[in-house]
């Protein structure tokens, strides 16, 4: 049996980054924009505020018993049959998470980049890909995605500061022009995807080292800050740069990379977005499928949770198959249904277990 080995805090927040922003910067800004027009910047300030207030749900708990899971603690304190109960949604989550990733590479790819190729073909290579990450272990898995992750901030920054030009101040007023509504409807979107997924990555938060763990919290909220930051100033830019058009232009940052032509000789930039777009895909990918085998395992105790690693990432490829018939289902579900479901069966679960610790705490005082 090959033990999960521990990591370091730095090594923690650098996957929960890879986690958080994944291909957030670039499929986010649209439906955000789409759904809260020139207000989107305020609802990611309000969504990462409500990411902000989940991470101290999970510290309080994590702080308790920094061995134990969110899920570890209702096993604790409630049995393991409300465990398995809280367990089975979180798992299905799980499955459609992972399946919706790798749709999202595939529609990228086959609408703009190589549109002539099939999608399972992308869908097979990226699962298999991530599920020979998953069984090099976490702490490869940590190291490695330092560098993804370089590379895919260096290209978002790069195509950010060589679109100034096509910046136009003005498009970013009137901020709210249908009123708060829309506003609040994006930070609805928004918290769904990616900050309500806190709570599954989380499920990880017992893999850093004893020693480390002291300094782990700052460093995570430090990144739900970053991160926030970053997509307003994602959105920001893509609405100055696109005006009334932004909520329309899927993957947007895709889109404002296109713009990009110096000279003749700084041109096709948008390549490279693309790489990041799948590179991000992949973190995430990778990430969502170790949580669900290290929590699939502990659900059936296995001794070797890589043996199922594999058949989960079949399942995975086969719902990315067959979920969905047309692209406009699968944005419907995705930006619809996803966020109510993720915040019903993993909010839920975890405010309920958080205000059952306040008051037992409180009792033993």
């Known amino acids: 049996m090959k033990k999960t080995e521990p990591i370091t805090t730095g090594q923690m927040a650098c996957l929960f980054f890879a986690f958080l922003l994944g291909s957030a910067i670039i499929n986010i800004p649209q439906p955000l924009i789409e759904a809260a027009k020139n207000g989107a910047w305020i609802s990611v300030i309000l969504a990462n505020g409500c990411g902000m207030g989940l991470i101290t749900c999970i510290f309080y708990l994590?702080?308790?018993?920094?061995?134990?899971?969110?899920?570890?603690?209702?096993q604790q304190k409630f049995g393991r049959s409300l465990m398995l109960l809280f367990s089975i949604p979180i798992v299905l989550q799980l499955f459609l998470m992972l399946s919706y990733i790798i749709m999202d590479i595939g529609n990228f790819?086959?609408?703009?980049?190589?549109?002539?190729?099939?999608?399972?073909?992308?869908?097979?290579?990226?699962?298999?890909?991530?599920?020979?990450?998953?069984?090099t272990g976490f702490e490869v898995m940590a190291r490695m995605f330092v560098l993804l992750l370089s590379y895919l901030l260096f290209f978002s920054i790069i195509v950010i500061i060589l679109t100034i030009p096509f910046f136009h101040v003005e498009y970013l007023l009137p901020v709210l022009p249908d009123g708060i509504k829309p506003v609040l409807h994006g930070a609805y979107r928004n918290l769904g995807f990616p900050y309500v997924e806190i709570i599954l990555f989380s499920l990880l938060l017992p893999f850093v080292h004893k020693s480390e763990r002291k300094s782990l919290q700052i460093k995570m909220f430090s990144v739900v800050i970053i991160h926030g930051l970053l997509l307003i100033l994602a959105v920001a830019c893509i609405i100055m740069a696109?005006?009334?058009?932004?909520?329309?232009?899927?993957y947007s940052l895709f889109q404002l990379a296109r713009l990009?032509?110096?000279r003749e000789i700084v041109t096709r930039v948008e390549s490279f977005i693309g790489i990041a777009l799948v590179v991000g895909s992949y973190m995430k990918a990778t990430i969502t499928l170790f949580i669900l085998k290290e929590l699939l395992g502990s659900v059936f105790r296995l001794e070797n949770k890589d043996i199922i690693i594999f058949p989960i990432t079949l399942v995975s490829l086969l719902l990315s198959l067959t979920l969905f018939t047309n692209e406009l289902e699968f944005t419907e579900a995705v930006q619809v249904v996803y966020p109510l479901y993720t915040t019903v069966i993993a909010v839920i679960p975890l405010l309920f277990i958080t205000v059952v610790t306040l008051i037992k705490d409180g009792n033993n005082r």
């Open 109 to 135: 790819f086959t609408t703009s980049m190589m549109k002539q190729t099939p999608s399972y073909m992308f869908h097979f290579f990226i699962l298999l890909v991530s599920a020979l990450s998953v069984r």
């Open 260 to 262: 990009i032509n110096i």
């Open 62 to 74: 994590y702080h308790n018993n920094p061995a134990l899971n969110f899920i570890g603690h209702i």
């Open 242 to 250: 696109f005006g009334p058009l932004a909520g329309t232009l899927k």
